[in-house]
C-alpha cells in the first residue's frame, strides 16, 4: 500500500540520482548475491540480525552503529517505561525516533509482528517511523499501521530501490524527508482529488446538458442515468491505458485518429461518439486488427444499451473534456482511495439531480429536499476504519481458523530434507484453509460506493498470496492462484437503495482487480439494488429486497460470516414515510417512536450473520447512551458478543459533525464473566489505544442498559459513590430546554421559509413591551452572563415559545456546549428575565423541594460533576461540540442537605456571580477602549485573553493586524494594559480561588477520600 504521491516522489529523486546510483552499488553487492540470499534465508533470527542492521543501515543507507563514536542505530534498544526491548532503534539528538523489529524468514507475513512492533513504538514518546523484516521483505510505516510501503530486498531494481532509500537513508531520517514526503503527498492528494473532482463534475454537467439538447426523445432522468453509466465507461478506460490493459495514451491516439480521418476529403464525416462507441464494443466482445488489439473485457459495464447506442453527443464536448481527464496519471495518482471520495461525492449530485427530475417528493410533508449526505447519512469511511474493521473481523475469523487447523508460519520453509509426509501433513493444512477461506460470505448492506468491500477484497487476496507463499516454501516452487475472480465471484456482497451507488461500487471493484486480458468478473449477483431494511413491496415499491431471495445460498447456511459497513444515519422526521415506520415498528426490536435507520440497520447486520458469525461498523458514539437506543442495547447484552468498542474522537468524515464508534461483535450469546475491550483512537498517530475492559452484562444492570463505556472498574466504584444518597436533579427541580423561535409551519401565524430566514422577531433593541434579552449559548459563562445585545420578541407567534415562567424569576441557565474538563458544566444563576434558546437549559424549582439554586449552581459548576459527566455521557467524549443533554442533566446526582449546609454554597455562588461580574465588566471596558481607538480591530482569541499576555505581547497582537504603536503611544498604553492586567488578574485569582473551594466543599459533600480527590483531578 503505498504513502507517497508518485510526483512528489519523483521531485525529491531527480536531485539525489548520483547518492542513490553509488547506495545501489553497495546494495546489489550484497542482497541481490544469489548465495548470499541462499545463506540469509537458512539464518535464524539471532544469528543474523546484528549482520542485517550492517548490511542495510550502516553500509548502503549511511547509519553508525552503536559501540562507534556518534551512533545512531543500536540493537535492543529497551523501552523508556517497561523493559520490553525492539530489535534496533534510529537514534536522532539521543532521542529514538524509529523502530526495528527483526524476524527470520519462517514468519512469511510480516503484518503478525506489526501489533509487537508498534508497541514498542508507542513506548518511545518521539518515535515516527516503524520498520519490519524478515531480511527478505521489509515494511516501512510512518506514524501509523494503515498505511506502508513493502520492498523485497532480494529483487529491488534501481528505480524501487531508490525509494528505498528515500525511506531509510540516515540523511534523509535526520532531516525527517519522509514525514515531509508524506505530508506533501496527503496534501498533493488532496488537491489532485479537487482538481479531478471539478473537472469530473465539469465534463458529467457538460456531457449531461448536451445529451438532453441533442436527444429531446428520451426523458431528462432516464438520460441522466445513462450519462453516469457513459462517465463510468470513460473512467475504465482512462484506468485502463494507465494500467496496462489498454495501450498507452488510447484515448488521446483514438481522438487523433478520428482527426485525421475527418480530415480526409474522401471520407464521410463520423461523429467522435462514433469512434467511442466503436471502442466500448472491442472492450466488450474483443478486437484484433492490424497493429492493433483490444481484449474483451465484458463484466456488464460495456454490454450493448439500446439508449447509448442511440444518442447523439457533439464532438467538442467529448474532446475536451475526454482528452482534460485522460491527462491524469490514473496508475500513480488517481487510486482507489481517490475514486472512493469522487464517488461519494458523485453521489451527492447524482441524487440531487435524480430527484429535481422525477418530482418525487422528499419524505411526508417536506418542502425541500436536504442534499443527499445529510438526508441518506452517506459519507465516505477513512482506510484507516475500514482497514481496522475488516482486520478485526475478516482477520479474526482467518487468525481462528489457522489455529484450529494449526498453521504455523514458521512450520513453512524450504528444507530439501524435509519428507513427503511432512510436506503432505504441511500441504494439507494450508489446503485446507484456502478450501474454507473461500467458503466465506462478506456483506455490506449499505454499500455505497464499495469502500469496505474494497478493504475485503485486499485483505482477501493477501491471505491468498499468504498461502501461494508457504506453498512454495514447501513444493520450491511459485504456485500461480490468482483469487480475485473467485473473491467477486464467491465472497463479497453488497446492497444499496440508490441505483448509482451498486454501479459504482462495482465499478470500484473492477477498478481494483482489472489485469490485461482477463475478463471482468460479473458483479449482477452479488452487489445489488434495493432496500436494506424493508422486504415488504407495498412498503418499499421495486427497492423492496428479501435477503432470503436474493442470497438463497448464503441463508442455506445460516447467513453471512462477516457484515460490516457504515449504516446511513436518517431520523424518521426527515425522510421515513408512516408505512416505513409501521414495517419498522413491526419488524424490528430497535424500532422506537423516534427512528433512526443506523439503529435498524444495526440490529439488521445482527440479524444477517449467521450463528458465530461477525459484525463490525462504525455508528454515532451517542448510540451508547441515547433512549431510541435502549431496546437495541438491551437485545445485544442478550444476544451477541461484544469484543470491542472503538471510540472514535474528533472527525472520522469529512462532511458529517458526527463522532462516532466501531461495534466489533459474535452473533452468539456472551459468557457470563466476558469483557469487551474498550478502545481509543490516537487522533495525531491513529493508533488504536487499549483503555480498559468491561463486563458485558454489567450493562444489563444500567438505566435503560445504557453503555458507560467511559469509565473503567476504578472509576465506576467513584461514580457509584457519588450517586450514593442522592436524588437526581429531575427529582428535586424541573429541568427544561431552552424555546424555539423559528420553524416552517409553526406559531400562530404558521411561519414562511423566509420567516425561518430573515428572523422578523429578532431585534438590536427592545421592539416592545414583550420584547426581551435574548441569549445565545455563547452569552452564557460559569457564574456569569455576557449578553450579546440580542432582544426577541416573545409571544405564540414563536415556533416553540414555551411557557414564560421558565426565562422569567429565579433559575439555573445551563450551556449545552460543554467547556474543557475540569470545567465542563457551564452554568449560572439568574433572577432577571432572559429567553434562550435550545442552546441552553433551563433549571427552576420544583413545589415541595427547599432546596437553593444557587447551592445547585456550586455544585454543577464543580470539578466532581465534570467528572461525572465525562463518565456517564457518550456527547461528554466528543472533540466536535461536546454537550450535556437534557436527559443527561436530569441524572446528575444531587445531594439534599439541611437549609443550614447549604448557606456556604449560597454565599460563594454569590461570590462567583459577583466576581465573574466584575471581571467581564472590567474586560469588555478594555476591549471596548481598543475598539474605540483602532478602527477595523478584531477581538482575537488572543486579545479576548489580553491580561493573561505581557506588555510585548499585546504589541505582537496589535501587529498582527497592522496595528503599528508609536514609541509615545506605547509609553501612554503600557501604563493602561498593565493596571487593567492588574485588576482583572486579580479578580481571575479570586475566582480561581474561590472554584478551588467550591471543589473541596463538594468533594466533602459526597464524603470523597485523598485517593478519590487525586482521580478527579488527575484526569
Avoid at 477602549?929 to 504589541?955: C, P, V, W
Amino acid at each position: 500500500m503505498s504513502i507517497f504521491q508518485h510526483t512528489v516522489v519523483k521531485r525529491h529523486l531527480a536531485s539525489n540520482e548520483e547518492k542513490i546510483r553509488e547506495a545501489y552499488k553497495s546494495y546489489t553487492g550484497y542482497f541481490l548475491h544469489a548465495k548470499i540470499q541462499e545463506n540469509i534465508r537458512n539464518s535464524k533470527e539471532e544469528q543474523f540480525q546484528e549482520g542485517f542492521l550492517r548490511e542495510l543501515f550502516v553500509k548502503v543507507m549511511g547509519y553508525t552503529l552503536n559501540p562507534d563514536p556518534d551512533y545512531n542505530l543500536i540493537t535492543e534498544k529497551k523501552n523508556e517505561n517497561n523493559a520490553e526491548k525492539a530489535d534496533g532503534a534510529i537514534l536522532i539528538n539521543g532521542e529514538v525516533v524509529g523502530i526495528i523489529e527483526l524476524k527470520d524468514r519462517k514468519t512469511l507475513d510480516l503484518k503478525t509482528i506489526e501489533k509487537q512492533a508498534f508497541n514498542y513504538k508507542n513506548h518511545h514518546r518521539n518515535a515516527l517511523y516503524v520498520i519490519t523484516s524478515n531480511f527478505e521483505k521489509l515494511r516501512f510505516y510512518i506514524g501509523n499501521a494503515i498505511d506502508f510501503i513493502e520492498f523485497n530486498l532480494f529483487t529491488l531494481k534501481e528505480n524501487d530501490f531508490a525509494l528505498l532509500w528515500l525511506c531509510l537513508a540516515y540523511e534523509n531520517i535526520a532531516k525527517g524527508l519522509p514525514k515531509q514526503l508524506r505530508d506533501e503527498s496527503i496534501s498533493n492528494e488532496d488537491l489532485i482529488t479537487k482538481q479531478f473532482y471539478k473537472d469530473y463534475s465539469a465534463f458529467k454537467r457538460a456531457l449531461f446538458d448536451n445529451v438532453t439538447a441533442n436527444n429531446p426523445q428520451y426523458g431528462k432522468l432516464e438520460l441522466f442515468k445513462k450519462t453516469q453509466k457513459l462517465l463510468d465507461r470513460f473512467l475504465f478506460v482512462f484506468f485502463a491505458e494507465d494500467k496496462g490493459l489498454l495501450s498507452p495514451n488510447s484515448t488521446k491516439h483514438l481522438i487523433e485518429q478520428w482527426e485525421k480521418r475527418n480530415k480526409d476529403p474522401y471520407e464521410d464525416y463520423l461523429p467522435l461518439y462514433t469512434r467511442f462507441k466503436r471502442c466500448f464494443n472491442f472492450l466488450n466482445e474483443g478486437y484484433t486488427g492490424k497493429g492493433e488489439s483490444i481484449f474483451g473485457y465484458n463484466g456488464g459495464l460495456f454490454k450493448p444499451d439500446a439508449v447509448l447506442e442511440a444518442i447523439l453527443i457533439d464532438d467538442e464536448i467529448l474532446k475536451e473534456n475526454a482528452l482534460k481527464l485522460a491527462n491524469y496519471n490514473f496508475a500513480t495518482d488517481i487510486d482507489v482511495n481517490i475514486l472512493g471520495h469522487i464517488f461519494e461525492h458523485s453521489l451527492t449530485e447524482i441524487e440531487e439531480i435524480t430527484r429535481s427530475l422525477s418530482s418525487v417528493p422528499y419524505g411526508e410533508g417536506a418542502a425541500e429536499s436536504p442534499s443527499k449526505r445529510k438526508k441518506d447519512g452517506v459519507f465516505y469511511t477513512p482506510s484507516y476504519i475500514t482497514a481496522y474493521i475488516v482486520e478485526n473481523t475478516i482477520g479474526k475469523l482467518c487468525t481462528g481458523k489457522k489455529a484450529a487447523l494449526g498453521i504455523d508460519e514458521s512450520d513453512y520453509f524450504t528444507d530439501p530434507r524435509r519428507k513427503q509426509k511432512a510436506k503432505k501433513e504441511l500441504n494439507d493444512k494450508i489446503t485446507a484453509y484456502r478450501e474454507w477461506l473461500e467458503s466465506l460470505t462478506i456483506c455490506d448492506p449499505a454499500c455505497g460506493s464499495g469502500a469496505f468491500l474494497n478493504a475485503a477484497l485486499v485483505f482477501l487476496i493477501g491471505e491468498h498470496n499468504l498461502i501461494n507463499e508457504m506453498s512454495a516454501k514447501i513444493h520450491g516452487d511459485e504456485l500461480v492462484y490468482d483469487a480475485k475472480s473467485y473473491i467477486l465471484e464467491n465472497n463479497l456482497y453488497g446492497v444499496d437503495i440508490n441505483e448509482e451507488s451498486v454501479e459504482i461500487t462495482k465499478l470500484s471493484l473492477w477498478l481494483c482487480t482489472a489485469e490485461p486480458r482477463r475478463k471482468l468478473t460479473s458483479l449482477n449477483n452479488n452487489i445489488k439494488c434495493g432496500n436494506s431494511l424493508i422486504s415488504d413491496p407495498e412498503v418499499a415499491g421495486e427497492k423492496a429486497f428479501d435477503w432470503h431471495k436474493e442470497f438463497p445460498h448464503v441463508f442455506e447456511k445460516g447467513g453471512f460470516d462477516v457484515v460490516m459497513g457504515n449504516p446511513p444515519y436518517v431520523f424518521a422526521r426527515e425522510k421515513v414515510t408512516s408505512a416505513e415506520k409501521e414495517f419498522y415498528a413491526e419488524n424490528y426490536v430497535s424500532a422506537k417512536y423516534q427512528v433512526n435507520t443506523y439503529i435498524l440497520f444495526m440490529e439488521k447486520f445482527f440479524r444477517l450473520s449467521k450463528y458465530n458469525g461477525l459484525s463490525g461498523l462504525i455508528v454515532p458514539n451517542s448510540w451508547l447512551m441515547i433512549y431510541s437506543g435502549e431496546d437495541l442495547r438491551k437485545f445485544m447484552i442478550e444476544n451477541c458478543t461484544l469484543y470491542k468498542i472503538v471510540s472514535l474522537l474528533g472527525k472520522s468524515f469529512e462532511d458529517a459533525s458526527v463522532e462516532n464508534i466501531i461495534l466489533i461483535s459474535e452473533n452468539k450469546p456472551c459468557e457470563i464473566d466476558h469483557e469487551i475491550k474498550i478502545v481509543r483512537k490516537d487522533e495525531k498517530t491513529e493508533d488504536f489505544i487499549p483503555l480498559h475492559a468491561k463486563k458485558q452484562i454489567e450493562f444489563s444492570k444500567n438505566k435503560g442498559f445504557e453503555f458507560n463505556v467511559f469509565s473503567d472498574d476504578r472509576s465506576s466504584l467513584l461514580i457509584e459513590k457519588i450517586k450514593n444518597g442522592c436524588k437526581t436533579l429531575d427529582e428535586v427541580c424541573s429541568v427544561k430546554a431552552g424555546l424555539k423561535a423559528y420553524e416552517k409551519g409553526k406559531g400562530t401565524f404558521q411561519q414562511s421559509a423566509q420567516d425561518v430566514k430573515e428572523r422578523p422577531y429578532d431585534f438590536n433593541y427592545k421592539y416592545n413591551f414583550d420584547t426581551y434579552k435574548y441569549l445565545k449559548g455563547s452569552d452564557v459563562l460559569r457564574y456569569g452572563i455576557s449578553w450579546s445585545g440580542m432582544w426577541l420578541w416573545y409571544g405564540s407567534h414563536l415556533a416553540a415559545p414555551r411557557t414564560f415562567n421558565l426565562f422569567s424569576g429565579e433559575k439555573i441557565i445551563v450551556r449545552e456546549i460543554t467547556g474543557k474538563y475540569p470545567q465542563c458544566i457551564i452554568a449560572t444563576y439568574s433572577n432577571e428575565i432572559y429567553l434562550y434558546n435550545l442552546s441552553n437549559v433551563t433549571i427552576i424549582k420544583r413545589e415541595g423541594y427547599d432546596i437553593s439554586l444557587k447551592y445547585i449552581t456550586a455544585i454543577l459548576n464543580s470539578s466532581l460533576m465534570s467528572y461525572y459527566f465525562i463518565k456517564n455521557t457518550a456527547k461528554a467524549e466528543r472533540k466536535l461540540f461536546p454537550k450535556i443533554i437534557l436527559n443527561d442533566l436530569r441524572l446528575f446526582p444531587i445531594k439534599k442537605v439541611s437549609t443550614e449546609a447549604q448557606q456556604p454554597f449560597i454565599l460563594l455562588t454569590d461570590q462567583m456571580q459577583t466576581l465573574n461580574a466584575d471581571l467581564q465588566t472590567k474586560h469588555q471596558r478594555f476591549l471596548k477602549r481598543l475598539s474605540d481607538n483602532f478602527n477595523g480591530i478584531k477581538t482575537t482569541k488572543a486579545l479576548e485573553h489580553f491580561y493573561e499576555m505581557d506588555f510585548k505581547q499585546f504589541i505582537e497582537a496589535l501587529k498582527k493586524q497592522k496595528i503599528p504603536l508609536s514609541l509615545k503611544q506605547q509609553d501612554e498604553w503600557e501604563e493602561y494594559f498593565n493596571a487593567y492586567k492588574l485588576e482583572c488578574n486579580t479578580f481571575a485569582n479570586q475566582i480561581s480561588a474561590t472554584d478551588k473551594e467550591i471543589d473541596r466543599m463538594v468533594y466533602e459533600l459526597y464524603e470523597l477520600t485523598e485517593e478519590e480527590m487525586r482521580i478527579v483531578e488527575g484526569v
